[in-house]
């Protein structure tokens, strides 16, 4: 399995990124995609999941007015949409991924409930 996150950047406040985390070595229907974001000196946070097997999104509830995740089917890849961005959306941002083929409940928000991670594609977001 490999993740390869892209569409990082330089953002002014209030603009816009969409972020693309493309998964190969997949059968992109059960798996679970979840983003996260890592700020210097803080804790690893989660943003959004969507599970694929199930057709269910999740969100952090101080992102859901702003961002939107999606699912490419064709494209085996998840995109994370973020508008009105903010200085503090500032961070490493990070797609993960979880095998749901078997089923089980899971934490989305827990980094540790993910067995593949990307390498992270940096967003900051000017003032």
């Known amino acids: 399995v490999q993740l390869v996150e892209s569409g990082g950047g330089l953002v002014q406040t209030e603009g816009s990124l969409r972020l693309s985390c493309a998964a190969s070595g997949v059968t992109f229907g059960n798996y679970a995609i979840g983003w996260f974001r890592q700020a210097p000196g803080k804790e690893r946070e989660a943003l959004s999941c969507v599970d694929n097997s199930e057709a269910t999104t999740y969100y952090r509830d101080s992102v859901k007015a702003r961002f939107t995740i999606s699912s490419d089917y064709a494209k085996n890849t998840v995109y994370l949409q973020m508008n009105n961005l903010k200085p503090e959306d500032t961070a490493v941002y990070y797609c993960?991924?979880?095998?749901?083929?078997?089923?089980?409940?899971?934490?989305?928000?827990?980094?540790?409930?993910?067995?593949?991670w990307g390498q992270g594609t940096q967003v900051t977001v000017s003032s």
């Open positions: 993960a991924a979880r095998n749901t083929l078997y089923g089980g409940t899971y934490d989305w928000t827990t980094p540790d409930e993910y067995d593949w």
